[in-house]
């Protein structure tokens, strides 16, 4: 019998579905598209939090092997012994590197593991029979998704107070601990904290939580400034969940691939997710995260190829390279812009934020001005307003050379001085190259040119653009209506009917 089609009108009538006809022709038109997109082969993604490091090719060929795409993750295991090597060593590395006892590689995100690290501690106050502890503290310097996280868990939120360092509030803690002590489930802690610093009374913060029958869940996105340098599980830590698709360098953007295991102590253990093939549950596990049991395992080897080249030595000096060059971006800006949260030494953990909160009170210039014109510079910009609004988090992580740190700190010198300019009247307060920023190919070069500062200043500020010049595709635009309003970028509704 033959079958009706769904269609009965032409689809993919868009004109680049039969432009493009040749391969040569593809590959411009795919190259062209390639060109509108900043990248780490443009320069440095300082973007805090996120850990835009550099993902080796040499890391990422096997992926591209048969033996790794092209395996289905129900195949008998009896076909799949070399993966299973693979993921039982990588579950051992992890293990040594944060000191807990057991792994699992099923969450496919970081948010995906929180949740996952959650329902194991869920479990277990369920199996001593206490389900009564649903109360679960997030101080202020967390990582963003944890909130969201613990409530999908089945969790009730506490908030917890930070000091002036950025650091827990021990003594609200102190608080909220005896307060809640019967109903205490958890503690989520970020560690080093989104502030930017480590927390100097990690241990005795969890030490406090326990005392009060809670569990610790460490939050494993800024693992970047620990691994080979300390382990979250000997701080008294219960649970973390690690960013392969960060830290153990798989790439990560557009929405994925991630992979976000967690670790665990021994009596966690047997509460992990179930990674049987035949999807069947052990008696206290918590079940599937994710819908195979090794989540996403075809990136697997990305990590494993990190861990391998890389050696403990190796691992142990990216994070004191990361740290380092954090510390000297926040030294080197710390005269012309306020580092917001410091340790009582001084110094900051693997990433440093910059105030510009006072800067918008003097001159009107907004984070987000400051932001669009390090495109002018050649620089994606930082994460802006988290988790402090009017802010910048800066993380330059191991990847970057000390001239390209250099370069980024020359670029927010040179924004400094077009600040300055604009503060003592010099510059006009709207009509300036913060205000107006980015300046794109078709500005700079058009007949018409009404701006009181130069075109050079506008799209080369820095010396060596000249050579080598990244054109930002879109100039200004207006992120918080775009963000409210539905725009769309088809034709409208009487150019069609006009057709």
């Not at 579905?17 to 997109?37: C, G, N, V």
Request: glycine share 8%; aromatic share 8%; net charge neutral.
């Amino acid at each position: 019998m033959r079958s009706v089609p769904l269609r009965n009108k032409p689809w993919l009538n868009t004109p680049v579905f039969k432009k493009y006809r040749s391969e040569m022709e593809l590959i411009r038109y795919i190259q062209t598209l390639a060109s509108r997109d900043f990248s780490l082969i443009n320069g440095m993604i300082p973007l805090g939090s996120c850990t835009m490091k550099l993902n080796a090719t040499s890391q990422l060929l096997p992926v591209s092997w048969k033996e790794f795409s092209s395996i289905h993750p129900f195949v008998p295991t009896q076909q799949s012994q070399g993966y299973i090597a693979l993921t039982n060593q990588l579950e051992d590395w992890l293990c040594a590197l944060t000191g807990f006892k057991g792994v699992s590689l099923q969450p496919n995100a970081g948010s995906q593991g929180e949740f996952a690290g959650l329902l194991v501690i869920r479990a277990w106050h369920q199996s001593c029979g206490q389900s009564n502890r649903n109360v679960c503290l997030i101080p202020k310097s967390a990582h963003g998704t944890n909130p969201a996280s613990a409530v999908m868990a089945g969790f009730r939120v506490v908030s917890v107070a930070c000091d002036q360092y950025g650091n827990i509030d021990f003594q609200d803690l102190s608080v909220k601990v005896e307060k809640y002590s019967s109903q205490l489930g958890a503690l989520m802690i970020t560690y080093p904290s989104t502030h930017g610093v480590f927390e100097p009374n990690i241990k005795q913060i969890c030490e406090q939580v326990h005392n009060h029958g809670g569990q610790v869940y460490l939050d494993g996105a800024n693992l970047n400034a620990q691994v080979g340098l300390c382990r979250p599980a000997a701080f008294g830590a219960d649970v973390c969940h690690l960013n392969l698709h960060k830290t153990f360098c798989i790439p990560h953007g557009g929405g994925g691939p991630g992979v976000g295991p967690i670790a665990v102590s021994s009596h966690l253990v047997p509460f992990l997710p179930s990674k049987k093939i035949d999807c069947s549950i052990e008696s206290s596990a918590i079940g599937s995260i994710s819908s195979a049991p090794f989540g996403s395992a075809s990136i697997l080897p990305i990590s494993w190829m990190y861990i391998r080249m890389m050696g403990a030595e190796g691992l142990r000096k990216a994070s004191a390279l990361a740290i380092l060059s954090a510390n000297f971006i926040a030294s080197r800006l710390e005269p012309y812009y306020k580092v917001l949260f410091k340790a009582p030494n001084g110094k900051v953990a693997h990433e440093c934020i910059l105030d510009f909160r006072d800067i918008k009170k003097k001159t009107g210039i907004e984070v987000d001005d400051i932001a669009k014109r390090l495109m002018d510079y050649g620089f994606h910009a930082p994460t802006i307003s988290w988790p402090v609004a009017g802010t910048l988090m800066i993380e330059p992580t191991e990847s970057e050379s000390l001239e390209e740190i250099n370069r980024f700190c020359l670029a927010m010198i040179s924004i400094h001085s077009e600040i300055k300019a604009i503060e003592s009247g010099r510059t006009d307060v709207s009509n300036n190259p913060l205000r107006l920023a980015p300046h794109t190919m078709s500005i700079v070069t058009s007949e018409n040119w009404d701006r009181p500062y130069s075109r050079k200043q506008a799209a080369f500020p820095l010396e060596d653009q000249l050579k080598n010049k990244f054109w930002p595709s879109v100039s200004r635009i207006d992120n918080a209506f775009g963000d409210r309003n539905l725009i769309c970028s088809c034709r409208t509704v009487e150019e069609i009917a006009e057709e």
